[in-house]
């Protein structure tokens, strides 16, 4: 079993439309990173959270961290095709050993 | 800037031979890591370094060798390649900083892409 769940695994939306994607643990996360990644590329760092209640914002994408510090979600606002790719969460849920741990990742198409 | 570099970019290999991917990073990170990405599984740790001449066991270590001669290079190693470690290879780096020495993020390069028939 993944022990870091991200939902939905795919999605399609129409341009312009917002979304939300959601990457969830059992356990408690010390650092949550969100990345994105395009096909046959590597992974861009996009935010990355620790404290619970966190949220930040870069452009038209905002990550929250819950209170309890297991569960981030990913909200886009008025989606542009720019931002299709698949987006994945990682998260250390074993207090600071550098064990990273990532979700199976969201694919993203955006509809022109 | 080149950032965290990896080479070969694509390999084919036939089962049993032994090859070495190479990671270079130009931004002086104390801390480097070698993943996998399998369809459906997300990206899986394999080894990783918090320093020149150290290495550590990821979760998926079997099979893999690495070694950190230099700060700024991080070889990953299949000593007898296997139809199963067919996958996609990306190496990261991350700087230390303060107390805690992970939280920054891992910067990645653009992976290579192993086939083993």
């Known amino acids: 079993s993944q022990e870091l769940e991200q939902s939905p695994q795919s999605l399609i939306v129409q341009e312009g439309k917002n979304l939300t994607i959601n990457c969830t643990s059992s356990?408690?996360?010390?650092?949550l990173y969100w990345y994105k990644q395009k096909y046959g590329e590597g992974l861009i760092f996009l935010m990355m959270l620790q404290k619970g209640g966190e949220e930040k914002s870069h452009e038209k994408i905002t990550a929250k961290l819950d209170e309890k510090k297991q569960q981030s979600s990913l909200h886009i606002t008025a989606s542009q095709p720019s931002h299709a790719g698949i987006y994945l969460c990682g998260a250390d849920i074993s207090s600071n050993t550098g064990k990273l741990i990532f979700g199976q990742g969201t694919t993203l198409q955006v509809k022109p | 800037n080149a950032g965290v570099t990896q080479t070969p970019k694509f390999r084919v290999l036939k089962t049993g031979q032994s090859m070495t991917l190479l990671c270079a990073q130009d931004m002086n990170h104390e801390y480097m890591y070698w993943y996998r990405q399998d369809p459906g599984m997300g990206l899986r740790l394999i080894h990783y370094s918090v320093g020149e001449g150290t290495t550590a066991k990821g979760e998926v270590p079997d099979g893999y060798n690495v070694s950190r001669l230099k700060k700024q290079n991080f070889l990953l190693g299949l000593e007898s390649a296997a139809p199963s470690q067919t996958s996609v290879y990306f190496c990261?780096?991350?700087?230390?900083?303060?107390?805690?020495?992970?939280?920054?993020?891992?910067?990645f390069g653009d992976g290579t892409r192993l086939s083993i028939l």
């Open positions: 990261a780096s991350s700087r230390r900083q303060g107390a805690n020495p992970f939280d920054q993020p891992q910067h």
């Open positions: 356990k408690t996360l010390y650092g």
